[in-house]
């Protein structure tokens, strides 16, 4: 028997190998596989097997690595898409489709000791009196841990090895599962009734689930009339996460499994819980199964294999958590579907949401994107019908959206020594509720101190020595930090400029550290906390933060994006946006939508309870339309605006954006390896019409044109701009320089691009990245 094996280390090529009989019943398609490689031992995947292969002298392969197949067909295959789409090799791809743990084995099964009482035949023996006591317990529990026996009897193993000897118990290692959640006490929960709008969406997400599953993949039938993915876009506390768990439901009760996307910064025991009290608590004994980073290793590994096996039948995790090998696979949940966190910033670059939506059409699964603010993207793939989408216009219960006003900050500044960190308006409020005994939420989304260290007579700015960013001063440390790279250096006493020496050097902007100085300084009574990365170093620091605020132990929580979703506190009855306008002048074309989703999420944390919420929206720029939609709850006002400005300047999502970036130490070489590239890129747009390279066979993700057909190539509508410096020219030493493409044949440009990027000779010290779809233009 022979394997065609792709090989970790990145080739882009496949190697075969003989497989010895004694391992042949083991290997399959998608098996894990140690081979020799010159004189190293590599890992990885057999994608073909075959009966014989064109190289004579074959070696043979010198492990299979765990005992079921790993990476199934379908994941394989999604895998390929991902090495096609966001150019990149398949062996990349391929290694991304599993958790390290489970790749590299390097946690198995964790084996325990356990001790079983045997049934006693005959007349019982007479114990010493420390074997009777072990004997006592083992036979009212029957079975345990042997750690856990010699632990409550306060004995020793060899005291338990003597009723081994005796035939009155077996001691034999067992697998025991490691269970993240296994401290935990989950109430079970039921289904809640929904109001109508829920019930139409649940209604409809049912209605795609019967079609799919009886039809076929949308990708083999051709275009289908009707969707199986569908946005919905319901604001804050409407209920979205009840119709996830009843769609759930219905694909376990056609013996389906789901998978539920959140991003990392969701990933809360709270957002675990409601799954697990539906779906894992009482006589359901359907396994919900974790796969997040704060796992460990071994915990990992139990959670994949537990879904690999098929007794847990949803898994529920961040970004990589779209790979899990759910079969067969009903339903993927993408919980705030718009969330930059879903993209991967690095090889494979992929987007998640936008991975999700394809594997669905893949393995006839139905896709539910969710979100209070959807992504330009995925909104208008519902006007163009590509998407279905349900709408959740109101919050359950009657609970009104908060009441947003929005702050004038230059008027605010007028008169005084400049604009003041809290409006007459919003300290007002501040004292209301604290007089009310109601809680405050305070968000900044910039941690530290002060932005900028400034040199009044000559100008200086504290710049990182490796970034082209200013140095963020950090009070409780006095020092001042990067947070690009994280270079730390202490405050000069005078101004470092040697001809300048000023003592009298100035801190400004704003940051998180300041705000909690200067709310303690006007409201000294109140119980501040401040929670941003770095006061939230262990994820228990999160967990004990939100739960003083929960019962009430905290008046004021100020925060940075860390505070921005998800969290549900009835008692909040104001949110305060300190500086709206930070990320609107950003050289970023979603700076607009940016600020647009965030200040939405922040407001919808007011006004979860009984009494109606108000948010006080601080802006130097209260007339900007992100603002002002923002503050009217209006997403779809705010996408018709947005969308001609993108639509005009042939911006995502009316095109779509590869962004190469090469960078090294050396200036002067990164701008020449760009110049190099633009001058191959403007080969390919001449090629125009004609010979526009390689087409894929299959376009999946097709967004001009017809699905399965092969097109004829051409980059007529190519926007070829740059190269041009990063926005960001220099990070963590190295410099940048950028090229932007512009086309809707994405799909065709990535096998240009992946055919160009192989025939490129680039300096040694130069390096380019290919990100496809990117989200950060940095
Ligand atoms: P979202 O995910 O849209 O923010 P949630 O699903 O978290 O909203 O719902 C907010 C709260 O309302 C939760 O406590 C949830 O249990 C409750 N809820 C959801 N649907 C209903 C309903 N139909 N009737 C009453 N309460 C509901
Ligand atoms: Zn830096």
Not at 150 to 165: C, F
Not at 456 to 465: E, F, L, M, R, S
Request: hydrophobic share 40%; glycine share 8%; charged share 25%.
């Amino acid at each position: 028997m022979i394997v065609r094996v792709s090989l970790e280390i990145a080739l882009r090529k496949e190697f075969d190998y003989f497989v010895p009989t004694e391992m042949s019943g083991l290997v399959d398609v998608g098996s894990r596989v140690q081979v020799p490689f010159g004189p190293r031992k590599v890992l990885g995947v057999v994608t073909a097997v075959a009966e014989e292969s064109a190289h004579a002298k074959l070696k043979s392969i010198i492990k299979v690595i765990g005992a079921q197949t790993l990476v199934t067909p379908k994941v394989l295959k999604l895998a390929h898409w991902i090495a096609d789409y966001y150019c990149c090799a398949p062996e990349t791809a391929l290694k991304s489709v599993l958790p390290e743990a489970v790749r590299r084995e390097e946690a198995g099964w964790r084996e325990r000791l356990f001790v079983r009482a045997l049934p006693v035949s005959g007349e019982f023996p007479k114990l010493a009196k420390r074997q009777q006591e072990v004997w006592n317990i083992l036979e009212e529990r029957q079975e345990m841990l042997l750690s856990e026996l010699v632990g409550l009897a306060e004995t020793t193993a060899a005291t338990v090895r003597k009723l081994e000897d005796r035939g009155l118990v077996t001691i034999a290692n067992e697998i025991s599962e490691r269970d993240p959640y296994a401290h935990e006490q989950i109430l079970a929960s039921v289904p809640i009734g929904l109001n109508p709008a829920q019930a139409d969406a649940l209604e409809k997400i049912k209605a795609a689930m019967g079609r799919v599953g009886h039809t076929g993949t949308k990708a083999e039938g051709g275009k289908s009339k009707s969707s199986s993915t569908f946005l919905l876009h319901g604001v804050t506390g409407s209920g979205k996460t009840e119709i996830y768990l009843q769609a759930i439901a219905h694909a376990l009760e056609q013996g389906k499994g789901a998978i539920v996307l959140v991003p990392e910064i969701s990933l809360t025991p709270q957002t675990v819980e409601r799954f697990k009290a539906r779906f894992s608590s009482g006589k359901l004994q359907t396994l919900v199964a974790v796969l997040h980073s704060h796992l460990s290793s071994g915990e990992r590994h139990d959670e994949w294999h537990k879904i690999r096996q098929g007794r847990a039948r949803i898994a529920i995790g961040a970004r990589s958590a779209v790979f899990a090998p759910v079969e067969p696979l009903g339903l993927i949940i993408v919980d705030e579907e718009h969330e930059h966190t879903y993209k991967q910033e690095e090889t494979p670059r992929y987007h998640a949401r936008d991975v999700a939506t394809v594997r669905g059409q893949m393995e006839g699964a139905v896709v539910v994107l969710g979100s209070a603010t959807p992504s330009l993207e995925s909104y208008y793939n519902c006007k163009k019908g590509k998407y279905a989408l349900l709408s959740l216009p109101e919050r359950v219960d009657n609970q009104k959206l908060p009441y947003v006003r929005v702050v004038d900050m230059r008027q605010a500044g007028r008169g005084g020594k400049g604009p003041p960190i809290f409006s007459n308006q919003l300290k007002e409020a501040i004292t209301q509720r604290l007089e009310r005994g109601e809680q405050t939420i305070l968000f900044l989304n910039r941690r530290g101190y002060s932005t900028s260290l400034e040199c009044t007579q000559c100008g200086y700015v504290a710049n990182c020595p490796n970034c082209s960013l200013a140095l963020t001063f950090h009070r409780p440390e006095q020092k001042l930090r990067c947070h690009l790279c994280g270079h730390v250096e202490s405050v000069p006493v005078v101004c470092p400029e040697p001809k300048c020496k000023n003592p009298t050097i100035r801190y400004s902007g704003l940051g998180t550290q300041k705000v909690e100085d200067v709310l303690g300084k006007l409201f000294p009574k109140a119980r501040v906390r401040r929670m941003d990365a770095d006061v939230m170093k262990r994820k228990e620091d999160y967990r004990k933060v939100l739960g003083d605020f929960r019962t009430g132990k905290i008046d004021i929580l100020i925060g940075t994006q860390m505070i921005a979703k998800g969290l549900h506190f009835p008692n909040v009855t104001l949110v305060g946006i300190i500086y709206a306008d930070m990320a609107l002048h950003q050289p970023d074309f979603r700076a607009g939508e940016r600020t647009f989703q965030l200040l939405t999420q922040v407001s919808g944390r007011a006004g979860r309870g009984d009494v109606e919420g108000e948010v006080f929206v601080q802006a130097f720029t209260p007339f900007h339309p992100a603002i002002q939609y923002a503050r009217r709850h209006d997403f779809v006002g705010f996408y018709e605006q947005e969308i001609e400005f993108r639509e005009q300047l042939k911006y995502p999502p009316s095109s779509r954006v590869a962004l190469l970036t090469l960078k090294g130490r050396n200036e002067e070489k990164v701008k020449f390896s760009a110049e190099h590239v633009r001058r191959d890129l403007d080969k390919l747009a001449a090629a125009g019409g004609k010979a526009g390279g390689p087409t894929p066979a299959t376009d999946m993700f097709a967004d001009d044109g017809a699905q399965g057909v092969a097109r004829p190539a051409g980059f007529k509508d190519l926007v070829i701009s740059g190269p041009a410096p990063a926005p960001l020219l220099r990070a963590e030493s190295f410099y940048r320089y950028q090229l932007m493409l512009r086309t809707r044949a994405m799909s065709r440009l990535s096998f240009a691009l992946a055919d160009i990027t192989s025939r490129l000779t680039l300096p040694d010290d130069v390096t380019l990245t290919v990100d496809i779809d990117p989200v950060n233009l940095g």
